[in-house]
Structure formats: C-alpha cells, structure tokens
C-alpha cells in the first residue's frame, strides 16, 4: 500500500553554519563597531545579544538571510518579544521542529473533510499518509501544500 511522510524538518548543521556566518558578519560591520552584539545558539533556540532594539531587528534581518541561502525555510523561526535591560536588548528566536499534537490533529481533520481516499495516522511529530493509489496520495499532498499552515511542512518516504 502506497504511503509517505509529511514531517516539519531542517538540517541542524546548516543552522550551526548560518550562525557562525551571522556572527561573522556582525563582527566585521561598521555599525555594529563595539557593540559586542552576538549570537547564542542553544539547542532549539537562538539568543540574540546587543545594546539596542533596532540592532536585534537588523542582527534577526542577517540571521534570516544566511538562513534562508543555506536552504532553511525561515517559516520555521518562532521570534519572541525583545527583552530591555539596561544598555543590553535580549532576543530568543526558536526553531520549531515537528508537527504538533493540536496540528496534526487540524490537518488530520482538513485531510478527511477533503473526502481523500486516504488513511491519516499521528506517529509522534509526523503524520503518515496511506492509501490504495497514488494519485490520491499526490492529490493530498497536493491539499497540504495549498492549506494555509505557519509552519513548513516536508513530504518523505513515499513509497509505492
């Protein structure tokens, strides 16, 4: 029986270079000279540091591009509110990885109210899709990609 996966992924060491080449970029830009704005990579967060609002917008504006040219969707970034104190601007941005509980159960939803003749299952963050043709597992992917989701979603293991 044909099936495939729809996950919510990314490459953990593209993340770790974007990083680095953001900071490198931070280091060298005259407009950030003294500043000691950097940033903090942390499992599944990002800590950005620096001494004004406006120089966390533009340090978030670098790491979205470097991110974006090493193949990350940027859909996936979670940007938290900055944090003021003193002469220092704290920001957290979290990557999010997987599919949710309350999301899977929404596409689950959305798929079998779409009359698919496919079978949804919630295994952990992923959702795996089967059915017997594979023109309707292409039509539900198809289905997937024009739902309206905030987060990036990837089709893999499609086997027939």
Do not use: W
């Not at 495939?4 to 060298?28: C, K, M, P, Y």
């Not at 704290?90 to 599919?99: C, D, F, M, S, T």
């Amino acid at each position: 029986m044909p099936s495939f996966d729809v996950v919510s992924d990314f490459d953990q060491h593209e993340v770790t270079n974007a990083i680095d080449q953001s900071n490198r970029e931070v280091t060298t830009r005259f407009d950030f000279k003294g500043s000691n704005s950097r940033f903090i990579f942390e499992e599944a967060a990002i800590k950005l540091t620096s001494q004004s609002e406006f120089q966390l917008q533009q340090m978030l504006d670098i790491l979205k591009q470097k991110l974006s040219k090493r193949g990350i969707n940027i859909g996936c970034l979670k940007v938290e509110d900055p944090d003021l104190s003193g002469n220092e601007a704290h920001q957290n941005v979290i990557l999010r990885k997987g599919i949710d509980s309350e999301l899977a159960r929404h596409l689950v939803k959305k798929i079998k109210a779409n009359k698919i003749k496919v079978q949804v299952a919630i295994q952990g963050e992923q959702l795996r899709v089967s059915g017997k043709k594979r023109d309707d597992l292409q039509n539900t992917i198809k289905f997937l990609k024009e739902l309206d989701v905030d987060l990036p979603l990837q089709y893999e293991n499609f086997r027939d």
